[in-house]
């Protein structure tokens, strides 16, 4: 009775032990990577693994098979899972865009410059929303701006219409156009500087071009012979000078609230070429019902209109128009794509945990030949999902490094990077 207890020890530790090929492969050493270790120390004391596994076995060809397998611990896959789902998240987050967003005058002068300097860009970064936005969106944000210069226009033109330089140039103006026949008849000459020409009215003063050129009366030759003394009709020249006095404190006025009507750039928000130089005109040649034509993407409208309030009111709805449709039909779905995407990250960054993650090192055995490297992969696996295999072309710098016990995020990082690349898409 003894003696068979002996035997079935021996037998005993005989099966717990390593089998002929798996000492083989634990007692090789690379040379190139440590000479110090072999492979059975390098790989047996890993504090990443959570336990290791050696087995032996024939393949379909026949072949003497070694493997290794190191359970990894999971916090630090759990980890990487954590923040990759919650980096994405928070990336999708900067790439909503704020439709209630509030511009100022500075913001629309940098959008226009962006919008410029980035016209060949199908998405560009807008400085005014500080975040990425659909190109489509772009209508949006001038809708947007317009509606704040609109504002501002309505307070300017308010305080113009209020002021002494536009009463007194209101007068000067109508006496103009009340002596039209005789200052023609009397001053001839000055005449095409006061009402324009009959090919070109928009030149005299009583168009609107000298409020959109402020060196106009300094380069006018009624301003000039009002200003020596030349011209006969000395009420005339009172009255030009007047007009150019007031022309100066009207822009004073505009230049109050960030806004300025003229050709070329300026530090102030130019309007020459906006629908709001409209209402700044329609201003300066009084209020009464008149028609006004506008250039829209439709073509050309013709508007009915008694003041240049309800022009700008016009105006503003269009605006408000094109902002609302812009919300509804663009931002609004974008904003609920990206919100979406950031729900199932944050879901995905709680719920989703390391089932397990392994590497497998194998080789071959060919009679007394060194063990020949086959194979070094990772396998990991989520819960509820298939399993993820690293690239195979890994396999030196996946063995290198499992040798040197290190745990190289570029190496470890890439079937889960594959995992999360594959379930977020």
Same mark, same amino acid.
């Given at each position: 009775?003894?003696?068979?207890?002996?035997?079935?020890?021996?037998?005993?530790?005989?099966?717990?032990?390593? +089998?002929?090929?798996?000492?083989?492969?634990?007692?090789?050493?690379?040379?190139?990577?440590?000479?110090?270790?072999?492979?059975?120390?390098?790989?047996?004391?890993?504090?990443?693994? #959570?336990?290791?596994?050696?087995?032996?076995? &024939?393949?379909?060809?026949?072949?003497?098979?070694?493997? $290794?397998?190191? *359970?990894?611990?999971?916090?630090?896959?759990? %980890?990487?899972?954590?923040?990759?789902?919650?980096?994405?998240?928070?990336?999708?987050?900067?790439?909503?865009?704020?439709?209630?967003?509030?511009?100022?005058?500075?913001?629309?002068? @940098?959008?226009?410059?962006? *919008?410029?300097? $980035? @016209?060949?860009?199908?998405?560009?970064?807008?400085?005014? $929303?500080?975040?990425?936005?659909?190109?489509?969106?772009?209508?949006?944000? *001038?809708?947007?701006? @317009?509606?704040?210069?609109?504002?501002?226009?309505?307070?300017?033109?308010?305080?113009?219409?209020?002021?002494?330089?536009?009463?007194?140039?209101? *007068?000067?103006?109508?006496?103009?156009?009340?002596?039209?026949?005789?200052?023609?008849?009397?001053?001839?000459?000055?005449?095409?500087?006061?009402?324009?020409?009959?090919?070109?009215?928009?030149?005299?003063?009583?168009? $609107?071009?000298?409020?959109? %050129?402020?060196?106009?009366?300094?380069?006018?030759?009624?301003?000039?012979?009002?200003?020596?003394?030349?011209?006969? #009709?000395?009420?005339?020249?009172?009255?030009? &000078?007047?007009?150019?006095?007031?022309?100066?404190?009207?822009? @004073?006025?505009?230049?109050?609230?960030?806004?300025?009507?003229?050709?070329?750039? +300026? !530090?102030?928000?130019?309007?020459?070429?906006?629908?709001?130089?409209?209402?700044?005109?329609?201003?300066?040649?009084?209020?009464?019902?008149?028609?006004?034509?506008? #250039?829209?993407?439709?073509?050309?409208?013709?508007?009915?209109?008694?003041?240049?309030?309800?022009?700008?009111?016009?105006?503003?709805?269009?605006?408000?128009?094109?902002?609302?449709?812009?919300?509804?039909?663009?931002?609004?779905?974008?904003?609920?794509?990206?919100?979406? &995407?950031?729900?199932?990250?944050?879901?995905?960054?709680?719920?989703?945990?390391?089932?397990?993650? %392994?590497?497998?090192?194998?080789?071959?055995?060919?009679?007394?030949?060194?063990?020949?490297?086959?194979?070094?992969?990772?396998?990991?696996?989520?819960?509820?999902?298939? !399993?993820?295999?690293?690239?195979? !072309?890994?396999?030196?710098?996946?063995?290198?490094?499992?040798?040197?016990?290190?745990?190289?995020?570029?190496?470890?990082?890439?079937?889960?990077?594959?995992?999360?690349?594959?379930?977020?898409?």
């Amino acid at each position: 009775m003894k003696k068979i207890t002996i035997v079935l020890s021996v037998l005993i530790l005989t099966a717990c032990g390593d +089998s002929s090929q798996v000492k083989q492969v634990k007692d090789y050493v690379y040379d190139n990577i440590d000479s110090t270790l072999t492979i059975g120390n390098a790989l047996d004391n890993r504090n990443i693994c #959570n336990k290791t596994k050696w087995d032996s076995y &024939k393949d379909e060809r026949d072949r003497n098979i070694v493997e $290794y397998t190191c *359970e990894f611990k999971k916090d630090r896959p759990n %980890q990487f899972l954590k923040l990759t789902f919650s980096g994405m998240a928070g990336n999708l987050k900067t790439m909503l865009v704020d439709k209630n967003i509030n511009i100022a005058l500075d913001d629309y002068r @940098k959008f226009k410059e962006e *919008e410029e300097r $980035y @016209k060949n860009v199908k998405y560009p970064h807008y400085t005014v $929303y500080k975040n990425h936005i659909d190109a489509k969106a772009r209508s949006h944000i *001038e809708a947007k701006a @317009k509606l704040v210069i609109y504002d501002n226009l309505k307070k300017a033109l308010l305080e113009i219409e209020k002021s002494n330089a536009f009463a007194r140039y209101k *007068e000067n103006r109508r006496y103009l156009l009340s002596n039209k026949a005789t200052i023609k008849m009397e001053e001839s000459y000055l005449a095409p500087s006061i009402y324009g020409y009959d090919d070109d009215p928009t030149t005299g003063i009583l168009s $609107y071009n000298p409020f959109f %050129q402020w060196d106009f009366f300094y380069n006018s030759p009624i301003y000039i012979s009002a200003k020596d003394g030349s011209l006969s #009709n000395k009420d005339l020249a009172k009255r030009i &000078k007047q007009i150019e006095e007031d022309v100066t404190s009207i822009k @004073k006025i505009l230049e109050k609230h960030g806004l300025i009507f003229t050709r070329g750039k +300026s !530090s102030l928000v130019n309007l020459y070429n906006d629908d709001s130089r409209l209402a700044y005109e329609y201003l300066l040649q009084g209020n009464s019902a008149k028609n006004i034509t506008l #250039n829209t993407k439709d073509g050309k409208k013709t508007l009915s209109v008694k003041n240049y309030q309800e022009l700008l009111t016009y105006l503003e709805g269009v605006e408000n128009g094109i902002a609302r449709g812009i919300v509804e039909k663009v931002i609004d779905p974008y904003n609920q794509n990206i919100t979406n &995407k950031i729900n199932q990250f944050e879901k995905r960054e709680k719920d989703i945990k390391t089932e397990s993650y %392994q590497q497998k090192i194998k080789w071959v055995l060919i009679g007394e030949r060194n063990p020949s490297l086959m194979s070094c992969e990772l396998e990991f696996k989520a819960d509820g999902y298939p !399993s993820v295999k690293s690239d195979s !072309s890994m396999l030196s710098s996946c063995f290198r490094n499992a040798y040197k016990s290190n745990y190289v995020d570029q190496i470890y990082n890439q079937p889960i990077m594959n995992f999360i690349n594959r379930v977020a898409n």
